[in-house]
């Protein structure tokens, strides 16, 4: 079998992110916004199988765990129009066995990938081996750039990336356009500093403003699974940035259950007072 070096996975993860986007850049332009659930499930499906095709082709012996290959998602197939089941990802017994797993999202951030004009949309591709996160990338079509993890850091297109330092006394914080947690308003409040929230799609996204300086942190909670936080938060931490959940404790990946509800990226100099700031409101917290 091939032996593949470390390098060779981060730029496959970003060649295959950057890969997908692209056919979902031309998907969009083929089949137009005129309905957007056709639009949504075509761009789910299409850029899923584009990647368990690409990671079949590449790395075959890898496991892979797609949010298009669980099971419940198969119906999508018909209703995007064509006439068999999603590809299927690995069965949890062995990727929970396997020493190298691909975590993908095919389209983060569905919902603005329909809307005409919108940007904060992403694709993730991360490769978690033994435990850790050994790779990711999050391409942003519609903004024309991937962010990806290089051997000892990470790049934006072919720019050093390194998480910038928020403005002293303010704070920038992302939130989910269309379920924002009640509990970052009351956060905000909380904190001695300058808050403004702004409402941005996609975790991928949000996370790639974070590392971009468009804003200062992500806080979110209530509901998310592995692939929506995997390659982005590979690539915040390859750049420096602290992400955690929002108790403070490591994103943990490849798990029985792929539910990971609650995660925070900001820069480490933020990270005290914002795990503090979220543990005096913990009551507020969902779930
Ligand atoms: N409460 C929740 N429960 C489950 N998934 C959630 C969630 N809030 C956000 N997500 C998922 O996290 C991603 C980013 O969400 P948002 O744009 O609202 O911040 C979306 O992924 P998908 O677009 O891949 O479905 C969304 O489905
Ligand atoms: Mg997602």
């Keep these: 079998m091939t032996e593949h070096t470390a390098a060779d996975d981060h730029a496959l993860a970003a060649e295959l992110a950057t890969e997908a986007g692209r056919l979902l850049l031309a998907v969009r332009a083929e089949v137009g916004h005129g309905d957007p659930r056709v639009l949504k499930d075509t761009g789910d499906l299409r850029a899923h199988e584009h990647l368990m095709a690409a990671i079949a082709e590449r790395r075959p012996g890898d496991a892979v765990l797609s949010e298009e290959g669980r099971s419940s998602a198969a119906g999508k197939r018909s209703r995007g129009g064509a006439d068999r089941a999603p590809t299927g990802n690995t069965r949890d017994a062995d990727r929970l066995a396997a020493d190298r797993v691909w975590i993908v999202d095919p389209l983060d951030g569905t ?7 919108r940007a904060d949309w992403a694709v993730h591709v991360a490769l978690w081996v033994k435990g850790e996160l050994a790779a990711g990338a999050v391409a ?6 991937t962010l990806r993890t290089v051997p000892g850091g990470a790049r934006a297109g072919e720019t050093d990336l390194r998480v910038p330092e928020p403005e002293p006394g303010k704070l920038r914080i992302a939130v989910s356009r269309t379920r924002p947690p009640e509990f970052v308003q009351r956060l905000a409040e909380k904190l ?3 808050v403004t929230l702004v409402p941005i799609g996609s975790a991928g996204a949000k996370i790639s403003a974070v590392l971009l300086g468009e804003v200062d942190a992500y806080v979110h909670a209530g ?11 590979a690539v915040a931490l390859a750049a420096g940035a602290h992400a955690s959940r929002v108790d403070g404790s490591p994103l943990a990946y490849n798990r029985p259950d792929p539910t990971l509800p609650d995660i925070l990226v900001c820069h480490p100099v933020s990270a ?10 913990s009551d507020a917290l969902p779930g």
């Design 192 to 194: 001695d500093l300058d």
């Design 111 to 117: 919902r603005e990938y329909s809307e005409e004009g």
């Design 272 to 281: 005290s007072t914002l795990l503090t700031g979220i543990r005096d409101v």
């Design 223 to 233: 509901g998310q699974y592995e692939w929506d936080s995997a390659a982005p938060a």
């Design 140 to 145: 942003l079509p519609a903004q024309g750039v």
